[in-house]
């Protein structure tokens, strides 16, 4: 039987330290909504588990100088629930986190662990993509930035380096008239896995729509960044024309697999079904702002 | 009958006994239970659908430090299979010994292999791992089709179906009238054939047990199970230990619905824990439940029914295939005696075929078999009314079971209540809603037989005059509450007076298991009888206290009063004033009754749905349900109402998501709840009940089971309200959402929008 180590270091550097040691034994444990249960089956057995919840700046949700938000890679899906202003700034990213399993999951599981996972089908992780979230990861070597899209892999797999550790996001400030949106398909109406999942975030200026990122995701290896939908829409005032030519865009992008969870003509069609749905509802929440 | 209007108890909404223990996580569930010494047993599955077992070397797991014993089929009583059907209830012991260990062959993946006991789960789990079974793997069917093709894998090449080999083990029929001259008369004829996947019973309580072996042989059992009873006999017959020498302790129950009405860990543990000296404890993970435990029968049926243009159905024809799984016995009897039951239709055939494939043997779930032939009757009805346009409660009205009736599966009705739930149905409101675009309404009905059989029940007064009842049956629906209630009424006495047990096999007589709608009704009448017997005692107790005769007592509001002529003579003698006198007047009071059961009474159900289809995504959503049943008597309408809502919640999740799933080498796909999906909370409304109260003549307080017959007619109420919002007819289930998208995405669909 082996042996399983458990750190809960305050600082970043003694995580960081700990955990590039471990080498490929060691496991990052935010929430452990994913990992507990990846280890109960018997699919992961680490060696150390590094807790990062006592590292103040990985549960911190701060606003940035230029009118953005910093979030920490371990804060809870209810914690970003409960802060003053980030979900009047980003609904649609909250709305993405707050989807993540029942109220005893929001407790624990963060946006981080959500990426970190590497599922193609986490809710947030299309949200953070519309959103043109940049991930802080640091390392053995210190730290970097990458835009979120860049960092699944695959399924399971992140290009994270080894060693390198989640820090926090940082969402861009919002012009005026600008909102996001997220939706998932799912059998169920909660407790489920996305089946297709979207997210869309827009700027409109007198109703034309003069910025869009589309994320979409659990219909290829990795989540993806949509141009092509985005562009659609961009200089349009989001007529039908632009939403079929951005719904056609984003059934093109998938490269989905048949299995359990749904066909690949379901997962086609319904991506952009979604496109529709979410950027109808992104538009509406722009309005008011 | 008449109905009792001014019961105090009966009918009343009391606290329930358990709840108390269940919200506050007192309540022992098997898993709970824990003995000094206890070590671990886990069991070693077979990953194949279908091999030939050659050969099991143990020797490296038995070796490993910490394992304590090992077991084979070799250590489990053989039923051999030439000696002929050796029965337990509906159970034939040569399935159940192959079932707990495989034999000569693995069945399915899943099947257990071996069982090992280890001081902890771990070292059990890699012990597991160290057993070398040779296998010859074969290959396999699973799906009907494929079980019942004529160049198929056999399982069990014993099995002859018509002369030869065969997959099929076994046939029954019941008929009615003259097919062929009914089908003459016809003025519509329909026919449709519909397919059902397996679905899983779904209780959150994985099984687990606890056995204790002591030197002499003296054998403890704590584990959950719909049947102490059972537990000790299958228990007994596989391991060779006189049931006397046995003692199952019911534990507190998380579900069954069914699925807890055999045994998979209790024989293996107890071998366990003979063979180590030391108490073994055993809990399925989930995983386990769902690759190897019964859910219910897939299936495959056609029925064809024919009825004159004034909407008299003149007759019908179903057949049904169910699947049993890797050994025979799928629930065909419910699927062909219960699907026509609502109808009058005096040209009848009924046919069933019990269909063995490598999966997990099926165990029965609510109303065994009788879901599935009900969708397939009940959506072609909905399609013959049309046909007439007529409304289907209508053509249900026109062609229902009374009074009367003879069913095909042999009974002549005496008073049942269908008509009165289609009539309800009508009445209701639901019925009458309006509904909004892409929204649809179906109906259909639902019948299942009921049980009695064998009931015990002690009822003691203690020395402070309160009551104890003990019962047999494990309680998953209520019967504590019911047994209270009605106790507490005969007595007349506060029902928080009266504590209700379930008794262990040590403690209390034979009482079958809990199933079939059959433990309010049995366990009834048992009370009911022991609590009469006590108030004679009471009474003759009194008659001597005032020294008159026991004939002019009376026995109200839980005291004893003298009637004339000596009525106002002598102050009332209540229950605590007669217990207190028990010790110098004659001793303890207390009676126990022992019975064999008769007189259940079918039931009958007619359920209204409504659906909302979003038709972009194919999600169908139920947005309104009523379920109007013929309950008997309600001796308490929350647990009744709470049967009837369990029932349709489980059938909403057969209609529109449940299904096992498999991959290419047979196994299951999705042995866990977030890719087999039940529905949640959010995925239902409100599950309106009506309850129709026609009681059966033949029990005490007109009980009639009601446990299963919310089950019968949802999926077909389901897919009957799809259709109604689509004008598009589904034929098979699950109506998930890529199905439902592909039907609706279907060129013809398309064109018959436009
Ligand atoms: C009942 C239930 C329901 C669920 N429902 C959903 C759902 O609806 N939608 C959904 O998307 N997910 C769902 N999940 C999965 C899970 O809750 C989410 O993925 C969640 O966001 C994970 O966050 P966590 O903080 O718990 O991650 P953890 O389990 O702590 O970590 C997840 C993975 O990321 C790694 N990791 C975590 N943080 C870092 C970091 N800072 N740096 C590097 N690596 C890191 C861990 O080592 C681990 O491999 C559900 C889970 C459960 C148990």
């Not at chain 2, 009940?378 to 062609?399: H, S, T």
């Given at each position: 039987?082996?042996?399983?180590?458990?750190?809960?270091?305050?600082?970043?550097?003694?995580?960081?330290?700990?955990?590039?040691?471990?080498?490929?034994?060691?496991?990052?444990?935010?929430?452990?909504?994913?990992?507990?249960?990846?280890?109960?089956?018997?699919?992961?057995?680490?060696?150390?588990?590094?807790?990062?919840?006592?590292?103040?700046?990985?549960?911190?949700?701060?606003?940035?100088?230029?009118?953005?938000?910093?979030?920490?890679?371990?804060?809870?899906?209810?914690?970003?629930?409960?802060?003053?202003?980030?979900?009047?700034?980003?609904?649609?990213?909250?709305?993405?986190?707050?989807?993540?399993?029942?109220?005893?999951?929001?407790?624990?599981?963060?946006?981080?662990?959500?990426?970190?996972?590497?599922?193609?089908?986490?809710?947030?992780?299309?949200?953070?993509?519309?959103?043109?979230?940049?991930?802080?990861?640091?390392?053995?070597?210190?730290?970097?930035?990458?835009?979120?899209?860049?960092?699944?892999?695959?399924?399971?797999?992140?290009?994270?380096?080894?060693?390198?550790?989640?820090?926090?996001?940082?969402?861009?400030?919002?012009?005026?008239?600008?909102?996001?949106?997220?939706?998932?398909?799912?059998?169920?109406?909660?407790?489920?896995?996305?089946?297709?999942?979207?997210?869309?975030?827009?700027?409109?200026?007198?109703?034309?729509?003069?910025?869009?990122?589309?994320?979409?995701?659990?219909?290829?290896?990795?989540?993806?960044?949509?141009?092509?939908?985005?562009?659609?829409l961009i200089g349009s005032t989001l007529d039908e024309a632009a939403l079929n030519a951005a719904a056609a865009a984003c059934s093109a992008a998938c490269r989905p697999i048949d299995d359990k969870r749904g066909t690949i003509a379901y997962r086609t069609k319904v991506a952009g079904v979604l496109l529709k749905r979410t950027t109808a509802i992104a538009a509406q929440r722009a309005k008011g702002n | 009958m008449t109905v009792v209007t001014n019961n105090k108890w009966i009918g009343q909404r009391t606290i329930r006994p358990d709840g108390m223990d269940k919200v506050t996580g007192r309540a022992q569930f098997a898993a709970d239970t824990n003995m000094p010494g206890m070590i671990w047993g886990k069991v070693l599955r077979s990953p194949h659908a279908h091999a030939r077992i050659k050969s099991i070397?143990?020797?490296?797991?038995?070796?490993?430090?910490?394992?304590?014993?090992?077991?084979?089929?070799?250590?489990?009583?053989?039923?051999?299979?030439?000696?002929?059907?050796?029965?337990?209830?509906?159970?034939?012991?040569?399935?159940?010994?192959?079932?707990?260990?495989?034999?000569?062959?693995?069945?399915?993946?899943?099947?257990?292999?071996?069982?090992?006991?280890?001081?902890?789960?771990?070292?059990?789990?890699?012990?597991?791992?160290?057993?070398?079974?040779?296998?010859?793997?074969?290959?396999?069917?699973?799906?009907?089709?494929?079980?019942?093709?004529?160049?198929?894998?056999?399982?069990?090449?014993?099995?002859?179906?018509?002369?030869?080999?065969?997959?099929?083990?076994?046939?029954?029929?019941?008929?009615?009238?003259?097919?062929?001259?009914?089908?003459?008369?016809?003025?519509?004829?329909?026919?449709?054939?519909?397919?059902?996947?397996?679905?899983?019973?779904?209780?959150?309580?994985?099984?687990?047990?606890?056995?204790?072996?002591?030197?002499?042989?003296?054998?403890?059992?704590?584990?959950?199970?719909?049947?102490?009873?059972?537990?000790?006999?299958?228990?007994?017959?596989?391991?060779?230990?006189?049931?006397?020498?046995?003692?199952?302790?019911?534990?507190?129950?998380?579900?069954?619905?069914?699925?807890?009405?055999?045994?998979?860990?209790?024989?293996?543990?107890?071998?366990?824990?003979?063979?180590?000296?030391?108490?073994?404890?055993?809990?399925?993970?989930?995983?386990?439940?769902?690759?190897?435990?019964?859910?219910?029968?897939?299936?495959?049926?056609?029925?064809?029914?024919?009825?004159?243009?004034?909407?008299?159905?003149?007759?019908?024809?179903?057949?049904?295939?169910?699947?049993?799984?890797?050994?025979?016995?799928?629930?065909?009897?419910?699927?062909?005696?219960?699907?026509?039951?609502?109808?009058?239709?005096?040209?009848?055939?009924?046919?069933?075929?019990?269909?063995?494939?490598?999966?997990?043997?099926?165990?029965?779930?609510?109303?065994?078999?009788?879901?599935?032939?009900?969708?397939?009757?009940?959506?072609?009805?909905?399609?013959?009314?049309?046909?007439?346009?007529?409304?289907?409660?209508?053509?249900?009205?026109?062609?229902?079971?009374?009074?009367?009736?003879?069913?095909?599966?042999?009974?002549?009705?005496?008073?049942?209540?269908?008509?009165?739930?289609?009539?309800?149905?009508?009445?209701?409101?639901?019925?009458?809603?309006?509904?909004?675009?892409?929204?649809?309404?179906?109906?259909?009905?639902?019948?299942?037989?009921?049980?009695?059989?064998?009931?015990?029940?002690?009822?003691?007064?203690?020395?402070?005059?309160?009551?104890?009842?003990?019962?047999?049956?494990?309680?998953?629906?209520?019967?504590?509450?019911?047994?209270?209630?009605?106790?507490?009424?005969?007595?007349?006495?506060?029902?928080?007076?009266?504590?209700?047990?379930?008794?262990?096999?040590?403690?209390?007589?034979?009482?079958?298991?809990?199933?079939?709608?059959?433990?309010?009704?049995?366990?009834?009448?048992?009370?009911?009888?022991?609590?009469?017997?006590?108030?004679?005692?009471?009474?003759?107790?009194?008659?001597?206290?005032?020294?008159?005769?026991?004939?002019?007592?009376?026995?109200?509001?839980?005291?004893?009063?003298?009637?004339?002529?000596?009525?106002?003579?002598?102050?009332?003698?209540?229950?605590?004033?007669?217990?207190?006198?028990?010790?110098?007047?004659?001793?303890?009071?207390?009676?126990?009754?022992?019975?064999?059961?008769?007189?259940?009474?079918?039931?009958?159900?007619?359920?209204?749905?409504?659906?909302?289809?979003?038709?972009?995504?194919?999600?169908?959503?139920?947005?309104?349900?009523?379920?109007?049943?013929?309950?008997?008597?309600?001796?308490?309408?929350?647990?009744?109402?709470?049967?009837?809502?369990?029932?349709?919640?489980?059938?909403?999740?057969?209609?529109?998501?449940?299904?096992?799933?498999?991959?290419?080498?047979?196994?299951?796909?999705?042995?866990?709840?977030?890719?087999?999906?039940?529905?949640?909370?959010?995925?239902?409304?409100?599950?309106?009940?009506?309850?129709?109260?026609?009681?059966?003549?033949?029990?005490p307080q007109g009980i009639k089971g009601v446990g299963e017959v919310p089950l019968v007619p949802v999926m077909a109420a389901v897919a009957n309200a799809i259709y109604n919002a689509l004008g598009k007819r589904f034929y098979a289930l699950p109506m998930s959402p890529p199905k439902v998208l592909e039907v609706i995405d279907a060129p013809e669909t398309r064109q018959a929008a436009e």
């Open positions: 039987m082996t042996e399983l180590r458990y750190l809960a270091p305050n600082s970043l550097d003694e995580a960081i330290k700990a955990f590039a040691a471990a080498g490929s034994a060691g496991r990052i444990l935010a929430g452990g909504t994913d990992l507990l249960v990846q280890m109960r089956a018997g699919v992961v057995k680490p060696g150390l588990i590094v807790d990062i919840k006592k590292i103040a700046e990985m549960t911190k949700i701060e606003q940035t100088a230029d009118g953005g938000f910093r979030v920490g890679a371990a804060v809870s899906g209810m914690a970003l629930h409960d802060h003053v202003s980030f979900g009047k700034v980003w609904p649609g990213v909250l709305e993405a986190v707050n989807l993540i399993g029942s109220k005893q999951v929001q407790g624990r599981a963060s946006a981080g662990g959500n990426l970190c996972n590497g599922s193609p089908a986490g809710d947030s992780v299309p949200a953070m993509v519309a959103a043109g979230a940049i991930v802080t990861v640091q390392g053995p070597d210190g730290r970097r930035e990458l835009p979120v899209e860049q960092v699944p892999a695959g399924p399971g797999r992140t290009n994270f380096k080894p060693g390198e550790i989640l820090v926090s996001f940082t969402l861009p400030p919002r012009p005026k008239g600008s909102s996001d949106a997220y939706l998932r398909m799912i059998p169920r109406t909660e407790m489920d896995i996305a089946v297709v999942g979207l997210g869309v975030s827009l700027t409109l200026k007198d109703c034309v729509c003069t910025a869009a990122r589309v994320g979409l995701g659990a219909v290829a290896p990795t989540v993806l960044l949509v141009e092509a939908a985005a562009k659609a | 070397n143990t020797a490296k797991a038995e070796a490993l430090p910490g394992v304590k014993a090992v077991v084979t089929a070799r250590d489990i009583v053989d039923f051999p299979i030439d000696k002929g059907a050796v029965m337990l209830g509906i159970q034939d012991m040569r399935w159940m010994c192959r079932n707990v260990m495989a034999r000569e062959k693995a069945l399915f993946p899943g099947h257990p292999i071996a069982a090992v006991a280890a001081t902890t789960e771990a070292i059990a789990a890699e012990a597991c791992k160290l057993i070398e079974v040779d296998y010859e793997v074969l290959p396999f069917a699973i799906e009907i089709e494929d079980a019942i093709k004529s160049d198929a894998p056999i399982l069990h090449e014993f099995n002859k179906f018509e002369g030869k080999p065969s997959n099929i083990a076994g046939r029954i029929e019941h008929k009615k009238g003259d097919l062929a001259e009914g089908f003459k008369k016809a003025e519509i004829v329909i026919e449709r054939s519909f397919t059902t996947r397996p679905v899983h019973q779904g209780y959150i309580e994985p099984h687990a047990c606890l056995i204790s072996v002591a030197p002499d042989g003296k054998t403890t059992i704590w584990s959950s199970s719909q049947g102490q009873f059972m537990v000790r006999a299958m228990t007994a017959h596989l391991t060779g230990i006189p049931q006397s020498d046995i003692r199952a302790i019911p534990a507190e129950i998380g579900g069954g619905f069914g699925g807890k009405t055999i045994v998979y860990l209790e024989p293996l543990a107890t071998l366990l824990a003979k063979k180590s000296g030391r108490p073994v404890k055993m809990v399925m993970t989930r995983e386990e439940v769902m690759r190897a435990t019964g859910p219910t029968s897939g299936s495959k049926s056609t029925v064809k029914i024919g009825a004159t243009k004034d909407g008299k159905i003149v007759a019908a024809h179903g057949t049904f295939y169910l699947q049993a799984g890797a050994l025979p016995g799928s629930p065909i009897r419910g699927a062909v005696g219960c699907s026509f039951t609502p109808y009058d239709i005096p040209n009848l055939l009924s046919e069933g075929y019990d269909v063995c494939s490598n999966r997990s043997k099926v165990a029965a779930y609510r109303a065994p078999g009788a879901p599935i032939g009900a969708y397939a009757v009940e959506c072609v009805l909905d399609e013959v009314a049309e046909a007439l346009k007529m409304d289907p409660l209508d053509f249900r009205l026109k062609n229902a079971a009374k009074e009367g009736t003879k069913a095909a599966h042999g009974p002549t009705f005496q008073r049942i209540g269908y008509i009165e739930t289609v009539e309800a149905a009508k009445a209701s409101d639901h019925y009458k809603a309006p509904l909004g675009k892409l929204q649809g309404r179906g109906v259909a009905s639902g019948f299942w037989f009921n049980a009695g059989g064998e009931s015990s029940a002690q009822v003691n007064i203690t020395e402070d005059g309160n009551v104890v009842v003990t019962t047999g049956h494990p309680d998953i629906g209520g019967s504590r509450a019911g047994i209270a209630n009605i106790c507490a009424e005969l007595l007349g006495i506060d029902y928080r007076r009266v504590s209700v047990l379930i008794g262990d096999t040590a403690t209390i007589g034979f009482s079958n298991l809990t199933g079939g709608s059959r433990v309010l009704f049995a366990s009834s009448i048992v009370v009911t009888q022991s609590t009469e017997q006590i108030i004679k005692t009471l009474r003759e107790r009194a008659a001597k206290i005032w020294e008159i005769d026991p004939e002019a007592v009376k026995w109200e509001d839980g005291a004893a009063h003298p009637v004339s002529p000596n009525a106002g003579q002598f102050p009332p003698l209540t229950l605590k004033d007669l217990a207190e006198k028990a010790p110098a007047m004659g001793g303890p009071i207390g009676a126990g009754v022992q019975l064999n059961t008769t007189g259940a009474d079918g039931g009958f159900g007619t359920h209204i749905c409504d659906v909302e289809v979003d038709v972009d995504l194919g999600i169908a959503r139920v947005t309104r349900y009523t379920a109007v049943q013929d309950v008997g008597r309600a001796i308490h309408p929350g647990y009744v109402e709470g049967q009837l809502q369990g029932g349709v919640a489980q059938g909403i999740g057969w209609a529109l998501n449940e299904e096992y799933i498999y991959t290419k080498e047979g196994k299951v796909d999705n042995p866990g709840f977030l890719d087999y999906r039940m529905p949640v909370c959010s995925d239902l409304p409100m599950i309106d009940c009506i309850m129709v109260e026609v009681p059966n003549p033949k029990h």
